[in-house]
């Protein structure tokens, strides 16, 4: 009675692990980027997402001070890290941002203001898996990672400084900020867009 029923369960395991071995092999699970994302990837994602945020995320208020020291080092290295998927004070999202998968959320109209600091702070220092979300673990200390997190939970009420400093940001939607941009650089491509040859 008991040893088919081990059994059983033992064919079901292999079978199971059979199945999804050639489920991936033979290319029925999408590996492309540009379509919408099935029920369950989504389901498994997000749950898994937000119960690691209530395990790990740091729990209690932002510790960089609200001044203009901090928030201008937020802005400021929000534009260099963030903005090409982001977006700028524009809101437009950039040919990258589009094609992310998951779309990267223009934060200028889909904010995080409401988000506790610890789960903005978390995301981006640890990244998002399976997402375009990067880590920044290697690339910014604790600080910089706080005082990015301490712009987006202000970037719907800046003072007027700090609101000129975030419009100053370079937006990289639309193409004819772009194609200002290329005008400026005429003199260093070809008509393709290609470095010329070093002479
Ligand atoms: C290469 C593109 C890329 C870059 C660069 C990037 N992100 Fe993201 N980010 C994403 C994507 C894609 C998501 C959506 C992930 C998802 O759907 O779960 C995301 C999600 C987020 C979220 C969660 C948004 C929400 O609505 O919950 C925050 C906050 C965030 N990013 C902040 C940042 C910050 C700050 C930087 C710069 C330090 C940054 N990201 C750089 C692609 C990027």
Redesign the pocket.
């Known amino acids: 009675m008991f040893k088919p029923f081990v059994a059983g369960i033992l064919f079901t395991l292999v079978a199971g692990l059979v199945g999804a071995f050639l489920f991936v092999e033979m290319g029925m699970m999408p590996a492309n980027a540009d379509g919408r994302p099935p029920a369950l990837e989504r389901w498994a ?1 997000h749950t898994s ?1 937000r119960a690691t945020l209530r395990r790990d995320s740091p729990k209690g208020p932002n510790p960089a001070a609200l001044n203009d020291e901090n928030m201008k080092a937020g802005i400021k ?2 534009a260099m ?2 903005a ?3 977006g700028a004070a524009d809101g437009k999202p950039s040919d ?2 589009m094609g ?1 998968y ?4 223009q ?1 200028a109209r ?1 904010g ?1 203001e409401d ?1 506790p600091a610890g789960v ?1 702070y978390w ?2 220092k640890h990244g ?1 898996r399976l ?4 880590s ?1 673990t290697k690339a ?1 200390t604790d600080q910089q990672i706080w005082q ?1 997190v301490l712009f ?1 939970q202000n970037m719907d009420k800046l003072d007027p400084a700090m609101e000129k400093a975030w419009k100053a940001v370079p937006s990289h939607g639309g193409k004819e900020e772009l194609g200002a941009w290329r005008k400026g650089h005429d003199g260093d491509h070809d008509h393709d867009g290609r470095m010329p040859a070093k002479s």
């Open positions: 994602a997402l290295l929000y890290d963030c090409v998927c982001h990258i941002a992310l998951q779309h990267a959320p934060l889909d995080v988000d903005t995301k981006i998002i997402t375009g979300m990067p920044f910014m990015v987006l």
